[in-house]
Every structure is written in C-alpha cells, then in structure tokens.
C-alpha cells in the first residue's frame, strides 16, 4: 500500500504545483509527514486573550473498553429511515415498476449503509479522538475501515449479505470517484482509481488476517498504523501515536462485535449506527474534569 500511497501524493503534489490549492491543501503537507509531526501540527482552540489554549485531551487508554452492543436504532429513533408503504393503486404500480423486488430493496439499503458509513467518517469528532489530520489520506482510509467492518459483518449472512456487499461496494467506489475528481483529479482518472482499488483490497486482506485466531498480539494497531496513521512506513512510535493505534485497534474490534450483534432487519435496512464518538468523547472530558 505504502508505494501506491507515495505515487499518488507525488502525482497530486504536481496536480497542487500547477495551481490546485485544494489539492495542495490536502496532499503537499501531507505526503512527507509522520503521524508525530501531524498531531504537534493540530490547530490549537484560542482563548479570550488571542492566545493558544491548551483543550483537555481525552485519555485513549480509557476509550473502547465497554461491552459491545447492538447497533441497531430503536424503533422510535428519529434516524430511522423506513421503506415507504404504499396502498391500492399505487402499491400495484410500484411493484409493478419492481420497486419492491430484491434487487431494488437492496440497493436502497445499501444507500442507507453507505450514508452510515460517511457520517462516521466525515465528521470531525474521529479525527480529533485519534489524533488525526483530515486529509483525503486520512478520509480514505477511515472509508475503507469502515466499508470492511460492514462487508464483513454482511458476508456472515451468506449468499443474501455477499450480494448486498456488492452494491455497497459500486456505491462506495462511485462516492470515492466523486472525491477523487473533488480533489482536483483530473487528469489519468482511471489510473487513480485502480491505484485506489489496490489500496482497497490490500486493506481489506490486511484486516481479515490481523482478525485470524493464529494472528500476532498486536497485529491490528500495526495494521491500522501503517494503513491510517504513518505516510512514510514508519514503525509505531511510543507516544501518543501508539496511543492512538492502540485506542483505533480496540474501537474496531468492538464495532466488529456491535455488529455481529445487530439483527439481520437493521443491517439490510440501514437502521443502525455506529458508536458516536462525539458523545463518548464529551463523557470521557467530563470525567477527566470532575
């Protein structure tokens, strides 16, 4: 992963000389960065008085050690999204029109799954508890994360998950396409995109060996380092990046865990959410400061 990393920055890096600021933004600075130089880069809050203020960190080592449960959403939850139900003519009519066949009810739960993952992703909140600068990088990492826990979690359902799987994935692919062109790509497009498939699947074999009973100890946070937090390959330094891989490591095992938990109906449907940092974030703050 990391050569294909290292090309596809040094290409966006020209797209950024050439007069991309977006891109220049989200990739000079970054291609050459290891996570220790990024989070001493952060931007600190300001006070009253102009002046850079210190805001209360939460301690990782304290985050993602509660029991897994279920992710699904309550049944009165306003962030339920419901199949529309239609009567008499308009019924026949949408049935006719194969609005209720698999294929169709699949694709629109897919939708709904995809939406979970990037409300997860694109907020702020994950890239403060872990430490992390919000690059396309750093984004596109936390996508295929999360797009690899909900695959995984479908292919448990057999034949029916595999299929739903599918569509996640065209849906995912066409989202990323969009970001890529977003970012000022566009220019040798389709090669990107294969480069970006690469990264894809090679993440997705890493995890699924990283999860296997014969697996080393500490295989996931290293994983998870080198697909997430380093640009340059560099091992996990002992400091607050080990901190923070380690902090990763046990918020995916647990999600994995949610999700095995959750029912059949909620995952299909897209009825589920992932465990709010923001809220746990507030919590772990308050207790730190009482």
């Known amino acids: 992963m990391l050569p294909r990393w290292s090309r596809a920055t040094t290409y966006l890096y020209k797209v ?6 977006t ?19 952060a931007e600190l809050p300001v006070d009253s008085a102009g002046k850079a203020a210190n805001p209360p960190e939460v301690n990782l080592n304290k985050m993602f ?11 009165d939850s306003p962030l339920r999204i419901e199949e529309p139900k239609y009567e008499g003519i308009k019924y026949i009519i949408f049935k006719l029109l194969l609005f209720y066949s698999k294929q169709s009810t699949f694709i629109r739960g897919a939708n709904v799954v995809y939406r979970r993952i990037t409300s997860q992703v694109d907020k702020t909140t994950i890239y403060n508890v872990f430490r992390l600068e919000k690059t396309f990088k750093t984004t596109f990492s936390l996508l295929v994360l999360h797009m690899w826990l909900c695959l995984r979690r479908f292919k448990q359902e057999g034949k029916d998950g595999v299929e739903f799987g599918q569509y996640l994935y065209e849906i995912y692919n066409h989202d990323v396409e969009l970001r890529v062109s977003k970012a000022g790509v566009n220019l040798l497009l389709s090669k990107w995109m ?22 080393k100890q500490h295989e996931l946070e290293n994983v998870l380092w080198r697909n997430v937090f380093s640009d340059d390959g560099s091992s996990i330094p002992n400091d607050v990046g080990l901190r923070a891989a380690q902090a990763m490591s046990r918020y995916v095992r647990r999600e994995s865990n949610c999700l095995s ?30």
């Open 261 to 290: 938990l959750t029912d059949k109906e909620a995952l299909f449907s897209g009825n589920f959410m992932f465990t709010s940092l923001n809220s746990l974030n507030k919590s772990l703050k308050k207790e730190q400061q009482n």
């Open 23 to 41: 891109i220049g933004r989200h990739f000079s600075a970054s291609s050459c960065r290891i996570y220790s130089n990024v989070a001493a880069a």
């Open 65 to 75: 050690w509660s029991k897994p449960c279920s992710l699904a959403l309550a049944p």
């Open 194 to 215: 294969k480069d970006l498939e690469k990264i894809f699947y090679g993440n997705i074999v890493a995890y699924d060996s990283a999860l296997l009973p014969q697996a």
């Open 16 to 21: 950024a000389q050439q007069g991309n600021t």
